[in-house]
């Protein structure tokens, strides 16, 4: 390419600041970028240089160069034409320093003549101010810090000479050297492992040729090695070699205004070796080749792209405020600052994607209806693993203690916020899927009812569970995120199986007492029929005095209580048979069973009471003394109705069958055993309730005398069927009746003898 189009000095050269509000813009950095300015001041707008030049994502995939030499020695005018920068120079005429501080410019040759990629990527130059004590007088306080800069960033120094000038060993330029080699001694105290070697590369200008450039080559390391034998070294460094810290590289270029041509075409072959060229070199010897590449790995500083700015303003604030440059302290503050940026970076693409989700659950959750969230488990993986490795790509290139440190803090952070969700989630799963279990059972049973079949309420629970598990077991695996150790819901599960297994309990609780409901009411109709036909036994009076049938037990009034209680006990047991069975169908514990069978007998002895009071009530009771007490005494043993005459003992016959119906009031009045004369062990029957019996399944349970000790009814009031005052008056009525019967009689013979 020409390089005729090479530009004229800049009219204004501070020009570096972009201007407040406005989008900085390329034009504003077309002679680069001033990083250090006269004043010392470094320049916050570096970063923004950086991003303008699309260096900021390179990573290690850049470069950076130094150039030094003294004032006005064409420096500016060969990074220019090797470059392609637009660093102003001296104009001819006025002879008058231009370059202040430090300029930057990243290299704008990035292809060749054919259009290849001739230079490597993210070459960028920094143009030194030169010293010549003519401008700047005796100002080696500049020199010495800028030397000291660029020792801690570059990694090529081009040491920039005439060729008059080799040789003159106390010129300036050895001052300048002397000033590197003592602030490069420095930084290497401290950083003795973590510092790279650096390549001085000497470009010895106006080269006329006579003397080879192997010649100026000896004698510069002649030189050289006498100022390095000549500086201080600090302890423990005495015996250290200028090899051990830098490789050395010298090139001579024509005279460019006497021979431009000549000038142009070296520049171009020096630019070729700016490429990448990683191929192995001698570690110690100098390089002779004209072609050896100069940007070695083993150069780089390792500063990460995106850290280089905030990493330089803080070497030259050390530098500027002459503190102990600590270059690996400053790499893992660097590291430290640059990770939290990252990892904020990465949280603002974490956040957008998982703050809504949170928001919603937290809303859901306000609300008392925690919702399943859908697709939460994708979100969560990729907002995890997109921070993490967007983290990873860009943090990992620093100080590897701090990024480890600083990951591990990033996943806390982030971890914490999926866990939060995760529970959230199974939270609500938790809840859904006990609800639907609980309603899937309920309208299981309800279906199983309404067919009228025996349901299996065991297997309804089975299935329904089975369901619940499942599809709790899909939600948790839905939101399991990837590589994360603490996700899984293991615990969760056990809880929600745990939780099924409660509300199962109480459903068949539930089954338990709609089981016990049926029983009951089989009972009820059971019980009611056969203690009414005891009852209607009684209007047969001669059934105490008949001589028993062929074969069957005799039948007394006075053991109509042992009757009722046979009837009863053997009814109640049969219920007990078939509750059990059922219950056991489903499962029910053996403690569940014992409660519900207590239940049944007590529940039981209520509906015989209820009955037998029924059957003693006024009219009732009274009805049956009646037939008993007419039965006894119309009828004659053999059962034939008497016709009476007046010869009958009417008086005799009435007495002895109303005293023989007379009796049965007391017998009546108290439920006893005629074999033991007392009442039925109704307290032993019952039992004593199960240990494992509770407040609810006691609610609706009518306390019983004699069982339930603390009522204060004996079991004797308990079988008390007719209080003495109403036996008394059970008595007179039946008395008046049975006098009615008896005169209806007496007219009834009267009657017969006047017909
Ligand atoms: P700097 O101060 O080192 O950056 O020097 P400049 O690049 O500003 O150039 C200073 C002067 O030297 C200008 O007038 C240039 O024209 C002149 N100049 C540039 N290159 C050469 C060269 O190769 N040989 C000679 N003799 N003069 C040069
Ligand atoms: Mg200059």
């Known amino acids: 390419p020409s390089m005729s189009t090479q530009k004229s000095a800049p009219s204004v050269m501070n020009q570096h600041f972009a201007p407040v509000g406005e989008q900085p813009t390329m034009e504003q950095y077309q002679h680069g970028v001033q990083v250090i300015d006269e004043d010392k001041e470094f320049n916050p707008n570096l970063s923004t240089y950086f991003q303008l030049e699309k260096v900021t994502p390179a990573g290690f995939n850049y470069h950076i160069i130094s150039v030094f030499g003294s004032q006005s020695t064409g420096k500016s005018t060969l990074l220019n034409y090797l470059f392609g920068t637009d660093f102003g120079v ?28 001739s230079m490597a990527d993210n070459i960028l130059v920094m143009d030194v101010e030169g010293t010549d004590g003519r401008e700047r007088g005796e100002d080696q306080d500049f020199e010495r810090k800028s030397a000291l800069f660029a020792l801690a960033t570059s990694e090529v120094l081009i040491v920039n000479i005439w060729e ?195 928001e919603q659950q937290a809303l859901d959750i306000t609300s008392g209806k925690p919702k399943i969230i859908t697709g939460l488990g994708q979100v969560m993986n990729s907002a995890r693993s997109n921070a993490l490795s967007n983290f990873e790509t860009a943090a990992s290139r620093y100080h590897k203690g701090v990024y480890a440190r600083k990951r591990t803090e990033l996943e806390g952070k982030v971890d914490g916020r999926l866990k939060a969700l995760t529970q959230g989630q199974l939270a609500a799963a938790h809840k859904a899927g006990v609800n639907a279990f609980s309603d899937a059972v309920s309208a299981a049973v309800k279906d199983g009812q309404k067919k009228g079949a ?167 009771i009274l009805l049956k003394l009646r037939e008993n007490f007419e039965d006894k005494f119309r009828y004659d043993e053999a059962g034939v109705p008497r016709i009476w005459r007046p010869t009958d003992d009417i008086e005799g016959l009435y007495t002895k069958a109303r005293e023989s119906t007379v009796t049965l009031i007391p017998l009546l009045s108290r439920f006893r055993l005629s074999t033991t004369s007392s009442p039925p062990p109704l307290d032993a029957w019952i039992g004593i309730a199960p240990s494992a019996v509770a407040a609810a399944d006691e609610e609706d349970l009518i306390p019983i005398g004699g069982v339930d000790e603390e009522e204060g009814k004996s079991l004797e009031e308990e079988m008390t069927i007719l209080n003495d005052a109403k036996q008394q008056d059970l008595t007179v009525r039946f008395k008046k009746m049975a006098d009615g019967v008896f005169v209806e009689a007496k007219r009834g013979a009267l009657g017969t003898v006047s017909s």
């Open 90 to 117: 001296m104009s001819e005429q006025e002879r008058r320093q231009t370059t202040k501080g430090i300029w930057m410019s990243k290299n704008k040759r990035g292809v060749d003549a054919d259009g290849g990629k």
């Open 164 to 358: 008059h000038q080799v040789g003159l060993y106390q010129g300036a330029n050895m001052g300048l050297l002397k000033t590197v080699f003592e602030v490069n001694l420095q930084l290497f105290v401290k950083g003795r492992e973590t510092i790279p070697r650096s390549l001085l590369f000497f470009v010895i200008r106006d080269h006329i040729g006579h003397t080879p450039l192997v010649n100026l080559k000896n004698t510069l390391i002649q030189d050289l090695s006498r100022i390095w034998s000549t500086i201080s070294k600090p302890k423990g460094l005495e015996n250290s070699k200028i090899e051990d810290y830098f490789d050395f590289a010298f090139v001579g270029l024509p005279h460019k205004i006497l021979k431009p041509e000549a000038f142009q075409q070296d520049v171009e072959k020096l630019s070729l070796r700016f490429n990448e060229g990683y191929k192995d070199r001698k570690k110690h010897g100098l390089v002779d080749e004209s072609s050896e590449p100069i940007l070695l790995p083993e150069y780089h500083r390792r500063i990460p792209a995106d850290g280089f700015s905030t990493y330089a303003a803080n070497i030259w604030d050390q530098i500027v405020h002459n503190k102990d440059l600590d270059l690996p302290t400053q790499q893992e503050l660097l590291a430290q600052f640059r990770c939290d940026e990252i990892a904020r970076e990465v949280l603002v693409g974490f956040d957008e994607a998982i703050i809504p989700l949170e």
């Open 454 to 620: 025996q349901y299996d309420f065991a297997e309804i629970v089975i299935i329904e569970k089975k369901n619940a598990i499942t599809r709790f077991e899909a939600e948790g695996m839905a939101i399991l995120v990837k590589d994360a150790s603490w996700s899984n819901f293991k615990q969760e599960l056990n809880l929600y199986r745990k939780d099924l297994d409660e509300v199962s309990a109480k459903l068949r609780k539930d089954e338990m007492r709609r089981l016990a409901t049926r029983v009951e009411r089989w009972v009820r109709s059971r019980l009611g029929d056969s203690v009414g036909l005891e009852f209607n036994k009684l209007g047969s009076g001669r059934a105490g005095n008949g001589a028993p049938e062929e074969g069957v037990k005799p039948k007394t009034e006075k053991d109509i209580w042992d009757r009722i209680w046979d009837v009863f006990t053997e009814m109640v047991s049969e219920a007990e048979k078939r509750f059990t069975e059922r219950a056991r169908s489903f499962d029910a514990s053996p403690e569940e069973v014992e409660i519900g069978l207590w239940r049944l007998r007590r529940k039981s002895w209520g509906v015989l009471h209820t009955k037998i009071d029924e059957e003693v009530m006024e009219g009732n």
